[in-house]
Structure formats: structure tokens, C-alpha cells
T-cell receptor
Framework: ETGVTQTPRHLVMGMTNKKSLKCEQH?????MYWYKQSAKKPLELMFV???????ENNSVPSRFSPECPNSSHLFLHLHTLQPEDSALYLC????????????FGEGSRLTVL | ELKVEQNPLFLSMQEGKNYTIYCNYS?????LYWYRQDPGKSLESLFV?????AVKQEGRLMASLDTKARLSTLHITAAVHDLSATYFC????????????FGKGTKLSVKP
């Protein structure tokens, strides 16, 4: 495995479900990020972790709960989501915190019914 | 308010033609990135521009950065169908608030 991998690639869930998105980076990077990509909107930064410590929560609703057990893994736990949360969720990593160039995973396409 | 504006947002062009995508931003920054995204795929890093006057070229694409004008351009030379994708610029604002602010993207379609 190389780069940044995300699972699942596609997820459909009801508003009362609980699910999780997983991200793993094989680049030896120290910082990891969650972005949300919605149609016709710029990428929105959600969370930032550096050495598994959260450094940024960009006013994200509490129905999104991140977890970073180590520098290589990042999770996004989802519960009681709304239909407007349907989007592509992208994980990224960088060598250091705010170190510029990001390396993205292929994303998890989430649909909330 | 921090803004990163790309134009055009949609671009349909013929193979063999040249065109330029513009990225204007509203804050001081001397680092800018260009990414490419194919449908259903991730963002792929194309260019990293780290100083005023930086110019990078890869194949039919050339990117430049003018930090004084707060402007970056992505020039396409003799377009081919394989260049069809969405192109994003991202401005590095450093510090907190996350380091990259993305434009909305330019969806490029190259037709035979």
C-alpha cells in the first residue's frame, strides 16, 4: 500500500445510523486532515491532527467526531447525520503541520438518506 | 474575508488550443498549489509554487505565481483530451485556520 487510502469508498446511511470513515497514510507524515467536498463549494477543512493531537476543529457539528489513534490512522465517526451532510469526504496528510503540500486519499462518498 | 477565486469555473476547449486559468486570492501569501481532480478520484498535486515569480512546467501545463498581484495562472498549451479534469488552486495562508484555502475549481473539458 502506498499513499493515502480511505475506506469505505462509498457509504449510504440513514439519519439514525452510526458509521465510521477510515483513513490510513503510508507516507510517514505527521499531520492528517479531514476535508469535506460538496457540489459547487470549495473544499472545506474540518479537522487537523498533528502527531495524533487535534489542532483544529473548524466549527464542525458534533455529529462528526474525529479520532486519531496514531500518526498513520485517522477516523471520522458519523452519527445522526443530516441529508445535507452528503458529500465526498477527503483525508489528506502532510509532512508537518501546515507544511504546505497535501497528499489526498481518494475520498469516501457519503450519502445520507 | 479570505477569498480564492478561480476563473473560469467551466472551460470547454478544442484539442490543440491554448488557454489560461486564473487564480486570484485576497490575502498575503507566497505559496500556492495547483491540484488536479479526475471524476470520482482524489486530488493530485500538480505544482508547488513557493515564491514570487515562480514558474513550473510539466508537459502541456505551466503554472506561475505573482505574489504582488496575488495571482497565479495555469496555462494549457495545445490541449489534449487527457487534460480533461477539474483543476484547483490552493493558497497557503500558514499558521492556524488550516493551511490551505481552496478555490472552487475549474472544470476543464477538452473536445476533439
Amino acid at each position: 500500500e502506498t499513499g493515502v487510502t480511505q475506506t469505505p469508498r462509498h457509504l449510504v446511511m440513514g439519519m439514525t445510523n452510526k458509521k465510521s470513515l477510515k483513513c490510513e497514510q503510508h507516507l510517514g507524515h505527521n499531520a492528517m486532515y479531514w476535508y469535506k467536498q460538496s457540489a459547487k463549494k470549495p473544499l472545506e477543512l474540518m479537522f487537523v491532527y498533528n502527531f495524533k493531537e487535534q489542532t483544529e476543529n473548524n466549527s464542525v457539528p458534533s455529529r462528526f467526531s474525529p479520532e486519531c489513534p496514531n500518526s498513520s490512522h485517522l477516523f471520522l465517526h458519523l452519527h445522526t447525520l443530516q441529508p445535507e451532510d452528503s458529500a465526498l469526504y477527503l483525508c489528506a496528510s502532510s509532512q508537518g503541520l501546515y507544511a504546505g503540500e497535501l497528499f489526498f486519499g481518494e475520498g469516501s462518498r457519503l450519502t445520507v438518506l | 474575508e479570505l477569498k480564492v477565486e478561480q476563473n473560469p469555473l467551466f472551460l470547454s476547449m478544442q484539442e490543440g488550443k491554448n488557454y489560461t486559468i486564473y487564480c486570484n486570492y485576497s490575502t498575503t501569501s507566497d505559496r500556492l498549489y495547483w491540484y488536479r481532480q479526475d471524476p470520482g478520484k482524489s486530488l493530485e498535486s500538480l505544482f508547488v509554487l513557493l515564491s514570487n515569480g515562480a514558474v513550473k512546467q510539466e508537459g502541456r501545463l505551466m503554472a506561475s505565481l505573482d505574489t504582488k498581484a496575488r495571482l497565479s495562472t495555469l496555462h494549457i498549451t495545445a490541449a489534449v483530451h487527457d487534460l480533461s479534469a477539474t483543476y484547483f488552486c490552493a493558497v497557503d495562508i500558514g499558521g492556524s485556520q488550516g493551511n490551505l484555502i481552496f478555490g472552487k475549481g475549474t472544470k476543464l473539458s477538452v473536445k476533439p
